[in-house]
């Protein structure tokens, strides 16, 4: 028969899972012989059968648990539901990859009418017994029976106002008892029925909602940011209580053992005495640093310091780890790696690597190159910020600068930033109902909790900036306003955080380049010993290219010449070129462009030095050049001298039914080849003119977009090497250059072998090959892809995450059939999933040459190359 | 070396692609020892090497020529230029594949001052000689030296006119020689050189003009629109001169030795006394028919039926000859497998297998399948003609039935026609340069020319109606006007041409189905027996269902729910669908269409019987149902009772950037799941009718369309299974159904195996499959297919012609996958290409089950199906 139940000390840390996260470690700490409440684990098939057997928890199942309680109660020396000594549980959840927050935890279980007399009489506190019970009254009702919370903090306010008491500690047995009463008459009003006094269905009860709470919205939005399987499932952990809130004796804490902002070695957290479980991390009452434990409980401090250090060199990474202090006897209750910024996690793994902890292919495993994002955005411009008003300072609880219009609830925000708005959420603490708020917004700023508040710690992991416990701001979430000095901030207000200080500014604030530490440069460079990838970037400008060679670019996978098109003094020359009549009048406008275009060429080329540079040549339909409404077109009509009747008609003409399948790319040059050939023409004129002035041999790759039968390449192919020959054959310079082709039509992609005979390189467009490959306009989609993710027909927009299974084959198929023909031809992609960790995975497996990105996320890419070789390995 | 000229003799039939179909068979009837004057044949290979080096015959193969030349004239004892006894020749192009009247012939060359004397002299004609002369001048000019050929006639009608006579053959030798001075006179001023009297000269010049016209814009329309390629070339034949116009015991003549129209089984043909070369099929003066050859010349006329006779059994087919008697002599200048009508291929193919001449394989082989096409269209019926008027009868010259606005050119009428336009062209006759208006006009009405002019040759191959020879209209294309009877018709009037009879009609006429032979049946029964792959049609009424089934059609591959919907009393209802706020208002207006479908379901069902039925559900993107305009905004607003500016929001709301690529097919059943619903009920209620009242089992096929991911299928396979059973449920009678999907997009092809494990069937739509492989919009590509066609990137349109490099690639893929999955997967197209010969070649390789095509295409299809098999065995 299969064991759904372990005991802590029949498990391990690799059993997570089986056992989830918090179990398998619990039990790791166990068998290391740290001081850990005994307890046992209810599986993560536990959990998927309770969900096959249609949510019901089978009979075998409750049999092992009760067995395993049983066993507990003799290990305790306790009885579950006691008059005189009973054994209280904590039921928690444990998922294989940690969610933080997302899901519910049950104190001080077991505790019934007559166990909290036992409790009492056993910890000789009456006071402590029924502040219990009143918790767990509280939590239960609030978690299993789904009761709304406030209900019970009314009755607790209210009660404190009547004894005009501040502190919850503040309030005697009477109060308490006063309060079970309330609470009760709550429990028995909303569900009809009293509250459960048996403490085995309690159990089963709590056991039931954690199951349950694996699918509330919350955990499936945050697994489905996270790439976490529905199919993982939790694991419960039922752990004997011990008793942080048993007086001033005892309290909880949290703690890292390397700072998780910025991976400086030394310990990092909060302790809160006489507390129990969540109230450090909640944020209620404001914790104190973990170096004053030093001075309050100098034994246990030091206890808890080798403790620490023990636990990071057996797991090898920073540990995350929480405590309880019972009496002055430290208990240890949760240990796990912990989460951290990206700054800090290059830190911890340079530092590790230093300190011989971990090797170097280790230390680049350790950072998610998604993760890097946090670490490649602008920060804020230090003039700008020393003119702007700083209004307060909280804590910096997650690094980064974000400038938004205020919003007060995660609703209204997600609707501003859908309309493009930056935001910033302001709360007086977050919960899980705020992620979607915290995903869409830039920053968050949260009046309370600390550095490991729920608002902390997500935004972290998301990498997003937060200034948390900003005390000082008095939020009306109600009234969507905050005040500070007598200031009012309303909806829609500008404001600034600077994630990194803490620092709170009124108003806009413009941002600056990040600048990228030893540290991340030394964890680059053993990233990019390893990799075989080389890493290009999209660059149109040479202010992008510059960025991208900063950050590392080998080369221009994408130079997109179209948007050189649009600027305002070439417009009018582009529209004369499209609005032409003739090849002459053509020519005429094509001429004016051609200075243009080599100055581009020229600044391009000059940034990149001798770096190769692909050049696209021209890929949208006309018509996105023309004004679209009558009012653009009689203004046009003036501009260029062309009667407005003419311009109509010609812009009508040019409308397209199906422009993305229409006349654009490739096919403008089988239809005008006047135009490539002005491209073609200002690139080797510009080639040549740096090779003259700066002495570089630029790297020119011409590439023709949307290529999907070998003759147009063919005949393209011929249209640029005449151009461009006669140009050369003009100058005493001796330009070269190769010519190769987007592979982003799936007919391309298929008769990859013919278009190779005239490609020198391919480089993969899987924006449109995954439009086309799909039959999906990315325009379109918005329509029904909204169903499509909800019905899990696809997991991920593939217009973000590669389709490896339809859009990939087709990749496969044009590369293997590329080499065929050309066993040297260069391999690329452009698309925008070459910047996405998983798509650069399956570059580097299906043997390309390079992937291209755009400038900021060109350490991702070069760190993902390198998981890559590892990964495949 | 390598061997570019062949005398006759050292040829044999089978040598076509190296000395063309006509010197072949010259060679071959020479080897059966029929009379055909002596020559040489210049190769393909020559043609070929011609354009190699630049349009330039190389030294190499001038001295074969030569060499044969003189061979020539031991064979003939004449001498070339001779003032004695000269040798003349005829030089004709031969291409392997016939091109009627796409190729230039010159006769009598070798004439000069000097030998036009010897040939007086040899002949003892002087008229003879002179009008020889006169002709190859007229010849050498037109062909060779491009002087038009009106600047001769205008000559020898002002010589006519001065001396009085009415017929050429009246003139006197000194009116001969006063017309050749003028010609002289004509040659020298054009061509600023005197008309070359160098023989040999003339030769080289003239084969070199033949070689020339292999590129001229008729030849290559003409290759074009029959699939001949380019790099064929054509032979040259030089041949000894016999003449048919050396007095009244001469004449020269075309006969086939069966009815090229209709099939029976009886010489057909025509001759001249006294007349040359093209005198007889360039329709200038009105030929005689054969039989009354045996009255004018019994024995030669004896003589030809037995050369007939052993032609035909000796090439096993029936023969198209060209003859010239010289003095009661009867040469053979040239037989070829003669053109035919398709009703007179499926006659003499039939006939011939009982004949025992060929098998029944040979006789399925010897009918294009796309010239069925000629038989499968409507004629006139009949008691509409008797009502109208019969303004005349010209020769049946083309069978068929053509109703439309006349045009008096082909440039006229090719515009007309592009405008949509039923068109027929009328000209005094018609030459090369009218090609493109005979392929663009439904009919060809000419006053001139005999049933083997060139506008009754070309117009059987195109299986076009044509009426020739009709003496009574008079024509005046400068005015574009014809007159009869003083009643005039002008541009743009109707005209009626019944092919089949020669009759014309003024005004429209309706039109009929065709009546299928006896021999037709029969041929098709044996198709049918050799066939693998089976024919469905695509209907989607019951009347095209029941044409299709007279047709043979052994089921419906694609019946498409959509025109449904549009027809009058159903659009309210499907308008109030799809601007339904929510499901209940949706479903509402759903239950009014259900009926309807239901009953057009009946309908199809009735007329297939037991034949298995795919219907496809709903596809198109809803706004195509919905008004465009804000007059048809309005009302509808009203109709629906819903307010104009809602409305308008709606109708600008489902509008799409690429509606190709966008909220379609299968995703309107994602997001709308009650459409697919009530399809559904509709097509299981008529399936129970139809059983429970006609007692007929339907074989029902419900087919999604646009299926991208599998789990698309899956879900909507979910959502058809559930409906479809409970209708049965709540039914008495068990019906079977089969659910399948379109593979129409990449990414199905890509995914077959995943796609297979819920689909029973694929049926490939080529069309969208078409324009999403290449990425081209069939609304949009206009703009630039133009240019591609010209370019020669692709060589047919590929929404006609079946892409099998790349969209063939995909369907191979998929079908493999498919079959990888579910071995018993139905396998069928129902894309417009199903019923295209090449395409239905490539589907049998590919090892489909069925392809399905428009009604009037099937017979093509069984027939393409057999071609199939014999081809590929």
Not at 802 to 810: F, N, T
Request: hydrophobic share 40%.
């Amino acid at each position: 028969m299969k064991k759904y139940v372990y005991a802590f000390h029949e498990g391990n840390k690799e059993m997570k899972s089986l056992l989830g996260g918090k179990g398998a470690n619990l039990a790791e700490m166990i068998k290391i012989g740290l001081p850990v409440p005994p307890g046992f684990t209810v599986t993560t098939e536990a959990c998927n059968k309770y969900y096959d057997d249609g949510q019901k928890i089978s009979q075998d199942i409750i049999d092992e648990i009760f067995c395993h309680l049983h066993e507990l109660e003799n290990n305790t020396q306790k009885r579950f539901g006691d008059y005189n000594n009973p054994l209280l549980v904590s039921v928690r959840s444990g998922a294989v990859v940690s969610m933080p927050g997302m899901m519910d935890t049950i104190l001080n279980l077991g505790l019934n009418d007559e166990s909290v007399i036992g409790l009492a009489k056993a910890t000789g506190n009456e006071r402590f017994a029924y502040d219990s019970y009143r918790r767990f009254i509280q939590m239960f009702s609030d978690v299993v029976l789904n009761i709304q919370k406030y209900k019970f903090d009314n009755i607790l306010e209210k009660e404190k106002r009547s004894s005009k008491v501040q502190l919850d500690t503040d309030l005697t047995v009477d109060n308490l008892k006063n309060i079970i009463k309330e609470y009760k008459k709550i429990v028995k009003k909303e569900t009809k029925k009293a509250f459960p006094q048996e403490p085995k269905k309690q159990l089963l009860m709590a056991i039931e909602a954690v199951f349950g709470s694996w699918n509330n919205a919350r955990a499936i939005i945050y697994r489905d940011i996270n790439d976490i399987p529905n199919h993982y499932g939790t694991a419960v952990n039922v752990q004997s209580m011990v008793f942080g809130n048993m007086g001033e004796k005892s309290g909880t804490g949290v703690a890292f053992t390397r700072n998780p902002a910025t991976g400086e070695k030394k310990l990092f957290g909060e302790f809160l005495m006489n507390a129990q479980g969540e109230d450090v991390v909640a944020g209620i009452r404001t914790p104190q640093p973990i170096c004053e434990l030093k001075n309050t409980m100098p034994k246990v401090y030091e206890q808890f310091v080798n403790v620490a250090n023990l636990l990071e060199k057996h797991y090898k990474d920073m540990q995350d780890i929480e405590f309880t202090i019972e009496n002055e006897k430290l208990y240890l209750l949760q240990t796990r790696n912990g989460k951290r910024t990206a700054a800090a996690a290059i830190n911890i793994a340079v530092d590790m690597v230093e300190e011989n902890i971990i090797d170097k292919e280790t230390a680049i495993m350790r950072i998610e190159p998604a993760q890097l994002d946090q670490l490649l955005h602008p920060t804020f411009e230090e003039e700008a910020m020393q003119k702007i008003e700083k209004i307060t300072q909280g804590l910096p609880a997650s690094p980064g600068a974000a400038t938004g219009r205020i919003y007060f609830n995660a609703n209204d925000l997600v609707k501003a930033a859908n309309e493009g708005e930056m935001t910033i959420l302001v709360r007086l603490e977050t919960s899980p109902e705020d992620i979607e708020g915290m995903v869409a917004a830039q920053g968050i700023l949260t009046a309370r909790g600390g550095m490991t508040s729920h608002a902390a710690v997500v935004a972290r992991g998301m990498g997003k900036c937060c200034v948390a416990g900003c005390g000082e701001i008095k939020v009306d979430e109600i009234n969507k306003v905050f005040k500070i000095d007598g200031k009012i901030f309303k909806e829609g207000d500008y404001l600034s955080l600077d994630g990194n200080t803490g620092n709170v500014y009124a108003g806009k604030l413009p941002t600056k380049e990040p600048e990228l530490s030893g540290n991340f440069a030394k964890l680059m460079s053993w990233a990019d010993e390893i990799r075989t990838l080389k890493i290009r970037t999209n660059a149109d400008t040479p202010k992008d290219a510059l960025t991208a060679v900063k950050f590392g670019a080998e080369g221009i996978g994408l130079c997109r010449t179209e948007h050189m098109f649009f600027k305002e003094e070439r417009i009018p020359a582009v529209r004369q070129m499209i609005i032409a009549q003739n090849v002459e009048e053509r020519m005429k406008a094509l001429n004016k462009l051609l200075p243009f275009q080599k100055e581009d060429f020229i600044g391009i080329f000059e940034a990149m030095g001798e770096r190769p540079v692909t050049v696209r040549l021209l890929d949208p339909p006309l018509h996105e050049f023309l004004p679209n409404n009558d009012e653009d077109i009689k203004i046009l009509s003036k501009q260029i001298n062309v009667s407005y009747n003419t311009l109509k008609e010609i812009v009508e003409d040019l409308k397209e039914f199906n422009p993305m399948l229409g006349h654009r790319g490739c096919r403008l040059a089988i239809t005008y080849p006047e135009i490539y050939q002005m491209q073609v023409r200002a690139m080797i004129m510009a080639a040549i003119q740096v090779k003259k002035q700066k002495n570089i041999h630029v790297q020119l790759e011409i590439m023709v977009p949307l290529i999907g039968h070998e003759k147009e390449l063919e005949i393209i192919k011929k249209l640029i090497v005449s151009t461009a020959n006669e140009v050369i054959e003009n100058s005493d310079e001796n330009i070269v250059y190769k010519i190769g082709t987007m592979i982003e039509v799936p007919r391309a992609a298929l008769t990859a072998d013919d278009i190779a005979k005239h490609a020198e390189f391919f480089s993969f467009g899987t924006n449109d090959l995954t439009q086309m490959t799909y039959a999906f306009s990315r325009d379109d989609a918005g329509r029904f892809i909204g169903e499509y993710r909800k019905k899990e027909i696809f997991k991920k927009d593939p217009f973000q995450r590669l389709d490896k299974i339809g859009v990939g084959k087709l990749m496969e198929i044009a590369t293997q059939l590329g080499k065929r023909t050309r066993s040297d031809i260069k391999l690329g992609i452009c698309g925008e999933h070459g910047g996405d960790p998983e798509a650069i995975d399956f570059c580097h497996k299906i043997g390309l040459h390079y992937v291209s990105c755009s400038p900021y996320r060109i350490p991702i890419a070069r760190l993902a190359a390198a998981h890559a070789v590892i990964n495949n390995k």
